[in-house]
């Protein structure tokens, strides 16, 4: 298809090729548009850099690769500035923290990345989104106690201590010995050889998010399980203050809820090259709503802090108020997309509209 399209671009006049280019950058394709890029008549060599350099950066966005956000060159200042607080620090102590000092600016680049997704029709992406924003769910919900999104070299102060079971054998620790190791390791990390930060990034970090999620679940209390749950809590957890506390007890309730929601179980359910299907938009946005149904279901043990929250926004509607409860602070997306558009557009002299998130009936499959 790209080929076909750098062919007509290059053999048509500069309206057509505009059109084109208009027509991709509508639609979010930043790699045709990039492979166009040397087939338009009007650029200069300049723009032609700015525009591949920008593609290129809305590509690793879609990707959410954080841990490469700020390695790419040329990247204009506005840009490489917001995306930074989601970037994740290349060394164990680079003083700009990024992600691991707030999950905040990430879970609004996970809003943008999954309505582009959709719009684009990538739906086995926006499970793959999903499973990301459960993923470390419970580093968002802690941010408001701790102050930091389970940083490693913050962490110990809210872990360590007297009364603390966290990384011991002790047997009325409910942590699962899977995950202990890695328990023992984030309070280590930041003072080991630099080659040990990525192992744990790549197989460590998730697990705190667990562990962290465990320590804040307790017997239901007339509220929904919130699956794997302590039983027995240490200071970790009663050196809280009460009441923030129950607030963090109740946020990983939902969290525990979205976990284990119809929606996150359609991923599981479409291993994509193992003879099963992607689901439908239909069927996505089926089990989005009993997922929400469940999500803001009353409960008998006090009051569901998302119960009554309005079902707005688009492509899931009340994802941005689930994911806004969660972190205790209104999430909205990040509009860094929204800025690529802008400045492409400009860099190509063409106008292009970004529309809604494409309705289900009109999803190119």
């Not at 990384?167 to 409910?174: G, K, L, M, S």
């Not at 804040?216 to 749950?229: F, L, N, T, V, Y």
């Not at 802090?305 to 926004?313: Q, Y």
Request: aromatic share 6%; net charge neutral; charged share 25%.
């Amino acid at each position: 298809m790209t080929g076909a399209l750098a062919a007509s671009s290059a053999g048509s006049d500069s309206d057509d090729t505009d059109l084109v280019a208009a027509e991709l950058l509508s639609r979010r394709q930043y790699a045709a548009i990039e492979a166009v890029t040397p087939y338009l008549p009007d650029l200069d060599a300049a723009a032609r850099s700015d525009v591949r350099g920008l593609c290129r950066f809305a590509i690793r966005l879609l990707e959410l690769d954080a841990e490469d956000f700020d390695s790419l060159t040329g990247v204009p200042r506005e840009l490489s500035s917001l995306i930074r607080s989601a970037n994740i620090p290349a060394t164990p102590l680079q003083p700009d923290r990024g992600a691991l000092g707030s999950m905040r600016p990430t879970y609004r680049l996970f809003l943008e990345v999954l309505a582009a997704r959709w719009a684009r029709g990538e739906l086995s992406s926006v499970l793959a989104v999903l499973h990301l924003m459960a993923e470390y769910l419970p580093l968002l919900a802690w941010e408001p106690v701790l102050g930091h999104a389970g940083d490693p070299a913050r962490l110990g102060l809210a872990v360590r201590g007297a009364g603390s079971r966290w990384a011991t054998n002790d047997p009325r620790c409910d942590h699962p010995p899977s995950l202990r190791r890695s328990l023992r390791t984030v309070l280590h990390v930041v003072d080991q050889d630099p080659g040990q930060w990525q192992r744990y990034l790549d197989r460590d970090h998730s697990r705190i998010s667990a562990a962290l999620g465990q320590c804040a679940s307790h017997p239901s209390k007339g509220r929904p399980d919130p699956g794997r749950i302590c039983t027995t809590p240490c200071t970790v957890w009663t050196r809280l203050d009460p009441s923030r506390a129950e607030e963090l007890e109740r946020r990983m309730t939902l969290v525990g809820l979205f976990v284990d929601s119809p929606v996150l179980a359609l991923r599981h359910a479409a291993p994509v090259g193992h003879g099963f299907g992607v689901p439908d938009p239909v069927e996505l946005l089926e089990e989005w709503r009993a997922t929400w149904a469940r999500l803001v279901k009353p409960w008998k043990g006090g009051r569901n802090p998302l119960h009554d929250a309005p079902a707005h926004g688009k492509p899931l509607p009340g994802l941005e108020a689930f994911l806004s409860t969660v972190a205790g602070t209104r999430l909205q997306p990040l509009g860094i997309l929204d800025q690529v558009d802008t400045l492409l557009a400009r860099r190509l002299g063409v106008t292009a509209e970004v529309g809604e998130p494409t309705r289900p009936d009109n999803v190119a499959r």
